[in-house]
């Protein structure tokens, strides 16, 4: 073999190995390829409220939406606790009703008794008052007529004293008028100052009673995602407890998927990275790495090529980019 050939096979050779990497590479782009599965796990539809089952609404396998009224429990228990809130709210309405109207009558008799005892010294006031406008007008012709010799000073003294009498009546009637007005003004202050009604009361049972509301509104279970009945726990009759499902709803497809990669290829990739999907048919997805888990997890038992022997992985989760795949769909991922 010649020397021109021997440089024509190694260049043939330099230029294969070239072709095949850049082949491997659009397949894999940091190089680690794992199993991997639809990941989609399963809705339990479970009660907020412990109850008696009143009805499932979905048959096994039905396709539902997530406002699908899937089952009810029995709301008697709290519709008698609801008409018990409503007799209390009421019963504090009326009461607070009540207390208004009675505060309402205390002060507008005292504001009133008040007006009309400032009417009796105000109408003893203004006698008085008459009464010593003539007593000095009495005093001054009296005392004209004793002046002028036909009469006698005695009269007028009398009258005189009798005066004094009424201005001291008069000044009396004056002080208990300002008594009355200071009297009144308060009363009315009072009645303007009058406390409020126990608002809170009426507050806290209406909070009650929406809260029953609430609980009852709940009792109607709804699937809350959109897929199929893939399983029916309890029929009606059942008591059913918060926590325990009553039936599970599995979603039809999903947008993530979760590959399990050898721990020792962890560190070549990270979150945003590319990735690839492949499905049994060949079918090629593309998606992005949202998440590495921090250490290896036992693979799903599908997942295993031995049955009787597990594995071990990182799980690393993928979001595809449109297309989606089944719910525990094994599917190969390159990363």
């Given at each position: ?30 190089g680690a390829e794992a199993r ?265 038992e599908l997942l295993w090529v ?30």
């Amino acid at each position: 073999m010649n020397l021109v050939l021997r440089r024509r096979i190694g260049v043939a050779t330099w230029l294969t190995g070239a072709l095949v990497c850049v082949v491997w590479s659009g397949f894999r782009t940091t190089g680690a390829e794992a199993r991997g599965i639809g990941f989609a796990p399963p809705r339990m539809v479970s009660p907020p409220e412990p109850g008696i089952l009143k009805t499932v609404n979905v048959n096994l396998h039905q396709m539902v939406t997530e406002d699908t009224l899937v089952a009810e429990i029995d709301p008697t228990p709290l519709l008698e606790e609801q008409a018990v809130l409503q007799a209390q709210l009421l019963a504090v309405q009326q009461d607070a009703s009540d207390l208004v109207r009675s505060t309402g009558r205390q002060f507008a008799q005292s504001v009133e008794g008040t007006q009309i005892a400032r009417a009796q010294v105000l109408t003893a006031l203004r006698t008085d008052e008459a009464l010593a406008r003539t007593l000095r007008e009495r005093v001054q012709r009296e005392r004209a007529i004793a002046e002028s010799g036909a009469g006698a000073a005695m009269t007028a003294d009398d009258l005189d004293r009798e005066l004094q009498v009424v201005q001291a009546r008069i000044d009396a009637a004056r002080a208990q008028l300002a008594v009355a007005d200071r009297a009144a003004k308060a009363a009315e202050q009072r009645a303007t100052e009058a406390p409020a009604p126990n608002e809170w009361q009426v507050v806290a049972a209406g909070r009650l009673l929406e809260q029953v509301e609430g609980r009852i509104r709940r009792l109607g279970l709804q699937a809350n995602i959109q897929g199929q009945v893939s399983a029916i726990f309890l029929r009606p009759g059942d008591y059913a407890t918060p926590g325990i499902p009553v039936l599970q709803v599995s979603a039809v497809s999903t947008l993530e998927v979760v590959g399990f990669v050898s721990a020792s290829r962890i560190g070549t990739f990270a979150p945003g990275d590319p990735a690839k999907v492949v499905r049994a048919s060949g079918q090629v997805l593309k998606g992005h790495v949202e998440s590495v888990g921090s250490g290896p997890q036992l693979l799903p038992e599908l997942l295993w090529v031995d049955p009787q022997a597990s594995e071990w992985g990182v799980p690393v989760k993928i979001v595809l980019e449109g297309n989606e795949v089944g719910p525990n769909e094994p599917v190969t991922v390159r990363l």
